[in-house]
């Protein structure tokens, strides 16, 4: 698979589940492995800031 971003390759293992992270080595960006129909799909993936505690 290639990244949206930056179209560098990912390495998605066969057997990654739906809502697993990956990260493109090149760029940094994190997506989420989806499933669709049977084949795999990066979502980008959210991002969620510190509350530090509040």
Do not use: F, H, T
Not at 2 to 20: F, L, M, Q, T, Y
Not at 35 to 48: M, P, Q, T, V, Y
């Amino acid at each position: 698979m290639n990244c949206p971003e930056c179209d560098a390759p990912i390495s998605v293992p066969d057997d990654a589940a739906a809502g697993e992270l990956v990260a493109c080595p090149d760029c940094g960006a994190d997506y989420e492995v989806a499933r669709s129909g049977g084949s795999l799909e990066l979502k980008k993936a959210e991002s969620i800031g510190e509350d530090w505690g509040e």
